[in-house]
DNA sequence: TATGAATGAGAATTCATTCAT
DNA sequence: TATGAATGAATTCTCATTCAT
């Protein structure tokens, strides 16, 4: 979803959108309200009308609601990970991985709150195959930061176990989401804080922290 | 859950069903349902049936599908918290206080699946005022552990200012909450492994994760 | 309905209070509650409540709410036509009868606003067999009203047919009807005005009015 | 009343039913259903059937079952008010202006039987908002019979007061509403003859007729 | 007798989804 | 292709009425 607020050429050519407009324009729309208003709340009607089609176009291009919110979702899970691939490359330490990644995350969430939220509100999905189908979406993302940590063990000489990976990253992934909510609900927070929280928490444990050790790699005040 | 705040009426008359089984016979088929199809997706009808009474009865003890479904929360709420605290005593280490909490916390899960999926499905529920109390008997929780944390920091001689406590809750609690898929999933998990895989993050960081270190606690290879 | 507003006896003897009172009390409350919210509006519990009785009780007493209603406008009529008959002595002249009839009419609107709302109210009721009842109850009045000037009539030397005779009270009984609403809506207004707007309409008729003539027996300045 | 108002679309397309269709039917339902059952026992369901649509389409078209009523009302109201205005032209003498009132207006009960019973059950409506507007709908009439009544009054060169005239036009219509349900009750009787009977009386008013004087405009006899 | 508790039957309203054009 | 119009299927909630005690 870096296409997200793409504005397609200040001048439109013809009188016409072109078809793939079509697309962005309903998936820009059903982002917003299912943001907005959750999935359970939101009517077809609500999406159609912000898309600027009708109802049958919008059923054409997606075929049912449900279908239509796995597709947002999954577009947005992919912005999400190409968003943190893209900054946090093997090479690096492993603690300006873990750095670089948070941060991405946390200012992804304050970017686009909106598609953050699309995710975020699916956590708990429990309708048979479409159900399946919303919570393997979230698993990518699981799957994504689980792969990161296991690299980083293995190159710090300490392999760790499948579960115990899948522990750590599923920790991970939820103190971030619980977190992100703080930077939903107050707009002027800046994502790096929040990410030097954890950090802060993640580097040192909480043992270390209460005897007032910090990571190293952002001083107390700085930014 | 059933056996939380059942107060056994001070004396139950005669033959005749008291009246508060009606209410507790609600209560477990509507944490069930909402717990097996979500808030939505359930309809009064089914949690009427289940609960083997009439719509109108139901109506009569609750007043409304949201009241209801808040009083579910509410009551959850509040036996979750009892089941920590009660574990959790001011004088014991902080460390132990801790491990007891997750124990606690991931045992109350494990035990009542169905009771801790109506909590963590109100996770986003933003509508008027029926919002506003999902989301406080949420920080109900939240604040709890705070308070918690803070109590520790300020005996470890190190007080950590209101944001950064609020986070570091916020993201324990999250943390807790990611975790506490995994034994839902998975019902044959022990809670006591799930506990331990977080203590280790949260006492060890993932710095010394890393470097083999693990919470001293619990030894490494124990189950 | 003389006994409406009637407290029975200041100081109840023992705790109870008699069978009777109850029926007292059911009508006070139904009458009351049907005048506030209409017959459909108003449901057996807000009768019941309002009565200090439970909802078997009171329909241990009338039997069903269509009954309890045909009930409250039979007792009403009753004293309407008790309130007219009472001051419109057959010996009077003509004139005096009607002007008392009207002022009996509308001083008893203005008294009773609840009892008479409750019998304006059933004006269209159109189900069944109840509904016909309920029409008799009304017919009730104008059979009176259709006898007064019948009698006047005969007295007057100039028999009249009967659907002349039944005409003309039908069209008293409306305009009265009709005029009692402004009794009803602004509570300072005086019976005796209204009486003496439609007393001129009566006795001399547009044609008369429209040329300044009012009837004689009331000055146009006076009470 | 299904001619009145009728604007025949100006270019009817093709085959296709107009849309204006849809909405002819559903009034014709509605008027005819709460004619018959009034406005609380009517069910969408039985007007929606009645119209041959669905209870979908049925609220797509008016929105609420309060909404229907009230575009009945206020369609009815109109279409009386405009049967009257049509045959009463001010320069006409004011006793045909009135003869001809009444006729137009009893003429109009005999012949839309169910629209009048719609509009004369609103008699008493009071729930908030939607009751505001049925009163409203009702004060029209009185308002146009008010300034009939005014106009003449200012005619025959005795202009009356805002009271006077208000008092005298509310009976009026009083004195017509109950007047017609005789000829809703009796489907034979001829409009004239109770228009007749009411003309009578306002224009000999009750003290002539009793001597034997009436109306010069039709003879005593003639029918 | 009096009632706390329960309910059968129904009512308004909504929404995802699909024709006919 | 795109849509105005239509609907089947629920869903929440209410109320007159009746047992069991």
Chains 1, 2, 3, 4 share one sequence.
């Not at 979803?1 to 309903?26: F, H, L």
């Not at 995710?119 to 792969?147: F, I, K, M, S």
């Not at 710090?156 to 939820?174: F, I, K, M, Y």
Request: aromatic share 8%; with cysteine.
């Amino acid at each position: 979803m870096p296409d997200v607020n793409t504005e397609p050429e200040p001048a439109a050519k013809s009188g016409r959108t072109a078809p793939t407009d079509q697309g962005e324009k309903i998936f820009a729309a059903a982002v917003s309200i299912f943001a907005e208003h959750g999935y359970h709340k939101t009517s077809m009607d609500e999406i159609a009308e912000a898309a600027g089609i009708s109802k049958p176009t919008l059923y054409a291009y997606l075929g049912s609601k449900a279908e239509l919110y796995r597709m947002c979702m999954r577009r947005v899970t992919e912005a999400l990970i190409e968003a943190i691939s893209s900054v946090v490359s093997e090479d690096l330490p492993i603690e300006e991985q873990l750095w670089r990644g948070l941060n991405a995350f946390f200012s992804f969430v304050a970017r686009f709150r909106d598609e953050w939220r699309v995710l975020y509100q699916q956590v708990v999905w429990q309708e048979g195959p479409a159900g399946d189908e919303a919570v393997a979406t979230r698993r990518l993302l699981l799957d994504n930061v689980t792969e990161l940590l296991g690299r980083a063990a293995v190159r710090q000489g300490n392999p760790l176990g499948t579960d115990e990976l899948r522990g750590l990253s599923t920790a991970l992934v939820g103190a971030a989401e619980s977190l992100s909510e703080g930077l939903i609900d107050h707009p002027g927070q800046r994502p790096e804080d929040t990410s030097r929280q954890l950090m802060n928490l993640l580097w040192q444990g909480l043992g270390g922290l209460l005897h007032g050790e910090v990571w190293p790699g952002v001083s107390p005040a700085g930014t």
